[in-house]
């Protein structure tokens, strides 16, 4: 039996993650071209940002709502 911890499987799927994502940007652009490559990916990036800070929020505010 393995010994891991929260913390080493939260590093390895990380690395997992932002690394399949690196090796899949040529393609992007290669398939896409310059232009709407670079769209794709500044949407893809607004989005990864927008959705977690919007789920955050209203998790923190359905808490507050729980406690007022």
């Known amino acids: 039996v393995g010994?891991?911890?929260?913390?080493?499987?939260?590093?390895?799927?990380?690395?997992?993650?932002?690394?399949?994502?690196?090796?899949?940007?040529?393609y992007l652009h290669k398939t896409s071209g310059l232009l709407s490559g670079?769209?794709?990916?500044?949407?893809?990036?607004?989005i990864s940002v927008y959705v977690p800070?919007?789920?955050?929020f209203g998790l923190l505010r359905n808490a507050n709502a729980l406690h007022d």
Do not use: C
């Open 38 to 46: 670079t769209i794709i990916l500044s949407s893809i990036a607004v």
């Open 53 to 56: 800070l919007a789920v955050g």
């Open 3 to 26: 010994t891991s911890s929260t913390t080493r499987t939260f590093a390895l799927l990380l690395k997992a993650y932002i690394g399949s994502g690196v090796l899949a940007m040529p």
